[in-house]
């Protein structure tokens, strides 16, 4: 008798963005039976964003803080990897519209992450260094280190000043754990390897809207960041707005004028406007509204998670902080969902808090647990320990654990490199 293997018909399920939200969610989901899976990025490597400003501050290279996702799935058999850009979405055909191509969907998960806001004003936007992106974190290195050799060369004061005044904007985490960087640079490379300046005339400058430094964690942790950002020289502006910068002076709307080269951005953050969904879809900062299941209001086929979704509800009336956490876990929760095919035993998504920490330089970071908060040597050894083992990879794990022990006895930013694009970049690439 003559059997026949019936195979059973895949739903394709297309996810949007390999960032903490949309790697999780592939990961648990690669090998299940139900689904084929598209999984679009516009770049073919994960990146580890709590780590960019040591790439930035040369602490890391940026290899160590990414992973090719094609490599992370290479046992995958119903997966596929698409490295493009996703432009829109077709909610009717139910068509993803990615580079020149489409791509078709039974259901579709959004991870897309949020890029800076800069409130309107294109100058800043301009003008700024980003934080957002490995790319991002080697432009701002290139930058902090040419302005440092200019200045090295330079005769006039008021222009070497100029070269190394750093004003950083926003002293949330990002924002205090970049100006940390550059404090320990201005204390222990400037003096060492840069004879000619005087390490006193490298200015950091944090400019923080609200009255407190990292004002998302709790009073303690607060305190003791101003506390440690003050120790290594960093100036802190509280309760004051960047009201422009043109490229060579930032101005407050308290007042203030400082006249610097390098302003880096840490403001503020929003989701993207994609073409295709309805303005109704989304809420304050562009961020997709969706119920507890992670499902948008609108299309119960398309499903988004982390930075770029808000789930707003009665306990959570501003829905949940934007953090790697929150996008994992929402992952998790959504992943089980779609396993499940009996949608009424789905279950909501409750984000569990373990806590948060920032880092403040050497021996110096934050740490806020739920009954506890603790500062200092022992919250760094464990900052440094919670994200050795976040790292993707082992080859990642050991090659940064060996840069920090390297660091951290030689005080030596050992990658102090300059890398401008090569001349190549000018000409038409072949096939263009
Ligand atoms: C400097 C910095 C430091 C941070 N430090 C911490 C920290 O210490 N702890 C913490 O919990 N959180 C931290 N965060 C926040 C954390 O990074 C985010 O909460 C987390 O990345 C959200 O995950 P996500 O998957 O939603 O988005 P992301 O991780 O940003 O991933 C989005 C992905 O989508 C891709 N993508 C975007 N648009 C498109 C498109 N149109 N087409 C194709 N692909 C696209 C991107 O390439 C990216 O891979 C930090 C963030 C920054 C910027």
Redesign the pocket.
């Known amino acids: 008798m003559n059997e026949t293997i019936s195979t059973p018909i895949r739903k394709k399920l297309v996810i ?8 999780q969610l592939s990961k648990h989901l690669d090998k299940t039976e139900e689904y084929e899976i598209y999984l ?4 073919n490597y ?2 580890f ?2 780590l ?2 040591q790439v930035a501050s040369c602490g890391l290279d940026s290899g160590s803080i990414c992973f090719p996702i094609r490599r992370e799935f290479k046992y995958s058999t119903h997966f596929h990897f698409c490295f ?4 829109s979405i077709d909610t009717e055909k139910q068509l993803v519209q ?1 580079g020149n191509f489409q791509i078709p969907y039974d259901k579709l998960v959004i ?4 890029v800076s806001r800069y409130f309107g004003n294109d100058a800043i936007r301009d003008y700024s260094f980003d ?3 490995v790319p991002d974190a080697l432009l701002l290195r290139d930058q902090i280190l040419l302005s440092i050799e200019k200045a090295n060369e330079c005769t006039d004061i008021e222009v070497r000043k100029k070269l190394l005044t750093f004003v950083i904007c926003g002293g949330g ?2 924002g205090a ?2 100006a940390g960087a550059l404090g320990e640079f201005k204390k222990f490379i400037i003096p060492k390897q840069y004879k000619r300046l005087d390490s006193r005339d490298m200015r950091i400058i944090v400019i923080e809207g609200s009255g407190k430094i990292i004002h998302s964690m709790s009073e303690h942790a607060s305190t003791k960041s101003a506390q440690f950002l003050q120790e290594l020289g960093v100036e802190l502006i509280l309760g004051a707005h960047i009201q422009n910068y043109d490229g060579k002076t930032v101005t407050t709307d308290k007042g203030d004028s400082i006249d610097t080269q390098t302003l880096i951005w ?1 403001a503020g ?1 929003e989701g ?1 406007v ?1 073409p295709g969904l309805d303005k109704t879809d989304y809420g304050p900062g562009n961020r997709l509204l969706v119920d507890e299941y992670n499902r948008l209001k609108n299309h119960p086929e398309i499903f988004a ?4 979704c808000l789930m707003i509800t009665d306990e959570k009336p501003r829905g949940d902080p ?7 876990q929402q ?1 998790v929760n959504l992943a089980c969902n779609l396993k499940q095919p009996d949608v009424s035993k789905w279950k909501k998504f409750s984000y569990y808090d373990k806590g ?3 880092i403040i330089g050497r021996n110096r970071a934050v740490v806020d647990l739920k009954h506890h908060h603790f500062a200092g040597r022992t919250a760094w050894w464990l900052w440094l320990f919670i ?1 050795l083992i976040m790292l993707i990879g082992v080859r990642n794990k050991v090659v940064t654990f060996i840069n920090w022990v390297w660091n951290y006895f030689s005080y030596d930013g050992n990658l102090q490199l300059i890398i401008k694009p090569s001349d190549r970049d000018k000409k038409p690439m072949p096939g263009e």
């Open positions: 949007l963005g390999c960032g903490f939200a949309g790697l679009i990025d516009k770049h994960n990146e964003s709590p960019f400003y493009e850009e996703m432009k990615v991870a897309t992450g949020v934080l957002k992106s985490p990002a754990e970049i840490t953050v993207v994609f998670i982390g930075d770029c934007q953090l790697a956490q929150v996008a994992m992952a948060s920490m920032a994200h």
